[in-house]
């Protein structure tokens, strides 16, 4: 079985802003250091997984 190659559209990166009480960021990031993994890392796979969603920019 071969390794998926991603896409062009799929390597893109588009910038995410997140705004965060300290309360939030704070527990965002012992969640995150628990996992051995940053913030940004952690918040990627929790979008991934369907448990942030995204809402456009105003």
């Known amino acids: 079985m071969s390794a998926k190659k991603k896409s062009d559209e799929e390597k893109k990166s588009v910038p995410v802003i997140v705004r965060l009480s300290k309360e939030e960021y704070e527990m965002l990031e012992?969640?995150?250091?628990?996992?051995?993994?940053?913030?940004?890392?952690?918040?990627?796979?929790?979008?991934?997984?369907?448990?942030?969603e995204l809402e456009e920019g105003t």
């Open 30 to 52: 012992k969640r995150a250091s628990i996992l051995g993994m940053n913030i940004s890392g952690f918040l990627r796979l929790l979008i991934r997984r369907g448990k942030i």
